[in-house]
Each structure stands twice: as structure tokens, then as C-alpha cells.
């Protein structure tokens, strides 16, 4: 498959703040897709993670049960963390697929049955595991109401991409790609665009200038 069309993950993040009134993350199944349509996250290895405390106090279980190719429908058996010293704490797995891989899409599952509500849910990927790109982020496009069905996310390739030289897109917050002719990520909305310089387009050696582009 062409480099062009796909962005390459290794490690695949998603994280969140609980429930109202429920802090426990779950995951009943997360599926990543290959541009062959193969799920390359089974059998790959599962890290617990949380951002306000020492792990060693996290009530963490199932982490099997997240990637083994099954939908998990019991609560009790689903891949879960819970943060009962700081339920505002976001948490959630880092799934590692063991190498580096093209990647189409990707499904993620959390508990469904009583139409849950996940806050700020974000789902992120990398290639080292240091640098993350966000493909979802509900404190941006809403949170959402799960289903059996999932959150399926299309992965966009050469994201935050306009200009013609490696130029970077900038989004407060977030970290994006960017590379030689390739679109934006059609999910964003407004951001601005530095150090630009383009060539042969309808902008011509613009250097150090900021600009809002609106899709």
C-alpha cells in the first residue's frame, strides 16, 4: 500500500474522565484496521495509564479483554481502570501493536448497554509512543453516546497538510503532521497555518505569516 495514503501508527492511546458520577473506564474492544481491512490490534499488548497518581493505586483488570477479537459484554470481565483517589483523573489504555503499521481505521468500544457517556474521550496515535497525533477528541466534537456498533474512526492521512516545503500546522494542544501535498484533516474546522511557504499555489513565498483556513 502507498506511504501516501496512510498514516503509520504503533501505539494507538485512548483515554477518558469516566462517567458522570463514575470515574471507571472501559473497554469492551478496540479494533485497528490495515488499508486491507485486517485487525491488527489482536493480540497486542495492553498498558494501563492515568495521569494524576501512581498506578500502583489504580484498580486495573482485564487487559486481555481489550484487543483478543471478542466484544465484551460482561461489565465485570471488561477491560477497565478505575481512580478511587482521584476520579477526575483521565486514564484509559495504550495499545501496542508491536511494530509499525498503515492504518485505515479505528474501532473503540467502551461499555454501552445503559447508553454511557464517556467524558472527553480522546483517542490518539503514535509512532514512538512520545509524539501523539489526536484523530478524536470529544472536548472538540462533542461527547458522544456509545453503542454496541462503536466509535469508528477513519484515520486521516498527512494531517494538518498544506503547504508544499514541510511547513507546520499548529493547533493549540495538539500535535499534527504535516507534509508535501496532502489535505487537511477534513474533522478540523479552523486553524492557522506558520511559516508558510508555498510555491506554485495561490499563496507565493509567504514566510512567518499566519493564516485561518476554514474547511
Given at each position: 500500500m502507498?506511504?501516501?495514503?496512510?498514516?503509520?501508527?504503533?501505539?494507538?492511546?485512548?483515554?477518558?474522565l469516566g462517567?458522570?458520577?463514575?470515574?471507571?473506564?472501559?473497554?469492551?474492544e478496540?479494533?485497528?484496521?490495515?488499508?486491507?481491512?485486517?485487525?491488527?490490534?489482536?493480540?497486542?499488548?495492553?498498558?494501563?495509564?492515568?495521569?494524576?497518581?501512581?498506578?500502583?493505586?489504580a484498580?486495573?483488570?482485564?487487559?486481555?479483554?481489550?484487543?483478543?477479537?471478542?466484544?465484551?459484554?460482561?461489565?465485570?470481565?471488561?477491560?477497565?481502570?478505575?481512580?478511587?483517589?482521584?476520579?477526575?483523573?483521565?486514564?484509559?489504555?495504550?495499545?501496542?501493536?508491536?511494530?509499525?503499521?498503515?492504518?485505515?481505521?479505528?474501532?473503540?468500544?467502551?461499555?454501552?448497554?445503559?447508553?454511557?457517556?464517556?467524558?472527553?474521550?480522546v483517542?490518539?496515535?503514535?509512532?514512538?509512543?512520545?509524539?501523539?497525533?489526536?484523530?478524536?477528541?470529544?472536548?472538540?466534537?462533542g461527547?458522544?453516546?456509545?453503542?454496541?456498533?462503536?466509535?469508528?474512526?477513519?484515520?486521516?492521512?498527512?494531517?494538518?497538510?498544506?503547504?508544499?516545503?514541510?511547513?507546520?500546522?499548529?493547533?493549540?494542544?495538539?500535535?499534527?503532521?504535516?507534509?508535501?501535498?496532502?489535505?487537511?484533516?477534513?474533522?478540523?474546522?479552523?486553524?492557522?497555518?506558520?511559516?508558510?511557504?508555498?510555491?506554485?499555489?495561490?499563496?507565493?513565498?509567504?514566510?512567518?505569516?499566519?493564516?485561518?483556513?476554514?474547511?
Amino acid at each position: 500500500m502507498s506511504d501516501n495514503r496512510y498514516s503509520k501508527a504503533r501505539y494507538i492511546r485512548d483515554t477518558n474522565l469516566g462517567l458522570l458520577g463514575d470515574p471507571t473506564y472501559r473497554c469492551c474492544e478496540i479494533e485497528v484496521y490495515n488499508p486491507d481491512n485486517i485487525n491488527i490490534a489482536i493480540n497486542g499488548t495492553i498498558k494501563f495509564i492515568c495521569d494524576l497518581y501512581d498506578m500502583n493505586e489504580a484498580s486495573c483488570g482485564n487487559p486481555n479483554n481489550a484487543n483478543n477479537g471478542t466484544i465484551e459484554t460482561n461489565t465485570s470481565a471488561m477491560c477497565k481502570i478505575s481512580t478511587p483517589t482521584n476520579p477526575g483523573s483521565r486514564k484509559g489504555i495504550i495499545l501496542d501493536l508491536g511494530d509499525i503499521y498503515e492504518i485505515k481505521n479505528i474501532n473503540v468500544r467502551h461499555s454501552w448497554k445503559n447508553a454511557e457517556v464517556y467524558i472527553q474521550n480522546v483517542v490518539e496515535i503514535s509512532t514512538d509512543g512520545l509524539n501523539w497525533i489526536v484523530v478524536q477528541d470529544s472536548s472538540i466534537f462533542g461527547d458522544y453516546t456509545e453503542t454496541e456498533d462503536g466509535l469508528n474512526i477513519e484515520v486521516p492521512y498527512g494531517i494538518g497538510s498544506v503547504n508544499g516545503d514541510g511547513g507546520t500546522a499548529n493547533i493549540p494542544g495538539k500535535t499534527i503532521i504535516t507534509s508535501s501535498s496532502k489535505p487537511i484533516n477534513k474533522n478540523i474546522i479552523w486553524f492557522e497555518i506558520t511559516n508558510m511557504s508555498v510555491t506554485g499555489r495561490n499563496k507565493k513565498d509567504t514566510v512567518n505569516k499566519k493564516y485561518k483556513l476554514k474547511m
